[in-house]
């Protein structure tokens, strides 16, 4: 693996260990000679794992202790020698694409920046025999597998609630909190974890993208990501920036409210679903059935004025998450600020007859951290 072997990723692994004014790689693997500032709740650490540590915390890697499978990685729990549960990330050895190898030391380039109660901390990762990302275990799996199991009883209110204002709060930060802005490109319910808790942990930054500050957007290509979640303007023109992890947090608010998948088995995504109901506001037809009516009215007006107001197709008329927050928890105090004109209205109905066109990309790019963890251990 050319990579592997490149002096500058060792340079990237010893971040935490390095004076704030020496050399650092950039997300696409240049260096850069910034200053880095400190985060306000203090520098994240992470270590340098072997590969022994990481084998027999696995058990050998063994087939019993795989909790999540993707195109290009395995997710395997361990216990290590002090007892501590983690998640070990690996790239599988099948892979020969130097692209997802690229994409695994930029998630360690990305979330090794990061330091949030939202964001699932990186505990370190392992270079010999392979590339290996070291996770703490997030014992109640991910939102998708606790919201859509039927085996299981369903989130009550207070739980959703929690985990909304926590996801919120976490790519608020990757927004405007870090050093960096990070765009993560793959905001959906499979890549929120819980805590024991139910605190939720945002994960899996194989596609995201550091944005300097001076740039308005990325362009991208190809399109990554998973369908139902794609923001028009990243699905039309790959364009990326904040506004497109934007939709797919209404997305995922929406999944949140109502238990429903992003996609249903017609292949209607749920925001096509949902829009008709938040524009003649019936709100109370989002709510998941199963609750039988056991939520907090004033907390689901404001959700469904947030998701309405995220999912909107023009980027332009997205909020940031700054204001998403601000409505989520004090609610909206001026709407007819976020009333759009007429002709806006026009243009997002007619970008709404684009769902058999949408549909035609592959249903999942990225793979899920832990998405069966909740089931498996």
């Known amino acids: 693996m050319r990579y592997i072997r490149n002096n500058s990723f060792k340079r990237l692994f010893s971040f935490g260990r390095r004076s704030s004014k020496e050399q650092v790689l950039s997300p696409d693997g240049v260096e850069s000679h910034e200053t880095l500032k400190e985060e306000p709740s203090g520098r994240p650490s992470w270590k340098c794992f072997s590969y022994e540590d990481l084998f027999d915390a696995t058990n050998g890697f063994s087939s019993e202790n795989l909790v999540g499978k993707g195109g290009y990685a395995e997710v395997y729990k361990g216990i290590m020698n002090g007892g501590e549960e983690i998640a070990v990330k690996r790239l599988t050895r099948t892979s020969r694409d130097e692209r997802k190898e690229k994409e695994f030391l930029t998630e360690i380039g990305t979330i090794g920046h990061v330091n949030h109660s939202n964001v699932l901390p990186l505990l370190g990762c392992c270079i010999d025999n392979g590339l290996y990302l070291v996770f703490e275990l997030s014992s109640r799996g991910s939102v998708a597998s606790l919201l859509h199991d039927e085996k299981l009883p369903p989130l009550d209110w207070k739980t959703r609630h929690k985990i909304a204002i926590g996801t919120a709060r976490g790519l608020h930060y990757l927004h405007k909190g870090c050093k960096r802005r990070i765009i993560h490109r793959d905001i959906k319910a499979s890549n929120i974890l819980l805590t024991k808790d139910f605190e939720p942990q945002i994960s899996d930054f194989g596609l995201a993208k550091w944005l300097p500050s001076q740039w308005t957007h990325h362009s991208i290509a190809p399109i990554e990501g998973t369908f139902g979640h794609l923001a028009p303007e990243y699905y039309l023109h790959g364009v990326v920036d904040e506004k497109t992890d934007v939709f797919a947090f209404g997305v995922f608010l929406l999944e949140v409210i109502s238990g429903r998948k992003p996609v249903d088995g ?39 004025f947030a998701a309405s107001l995220c999912i909107r197709a023009s980027s332009t008329w997205r909020p940031t998450m700054t204001e998403v927050l601000e409505i989520m928890e004090e609610g909206e105090k001026d709407a007819e600020k976020w009333k759009m004109p007429e002709e806006e209205e026009e243009e997002e109905e007619e970008f709404w007859g684009f769902e058999d066109l949408e549909y035609e990309y592959d249903s999942s790019f990225s793979m899920s951290l832990l998405d069966s963890i909740g089931s498996t251990s």
């Open 266 to 304: 017609s292949h209607q995504s749920l925001h096509s679903w949902a829009k008709p109901i938040l524009n003649k506001g019936g709100i109370e037809e989002l709510v998941d059935p199963r609750l039988e009516g056991a939520y907090d009215v004033t907390e689901l007006k404001r959700f469904s």
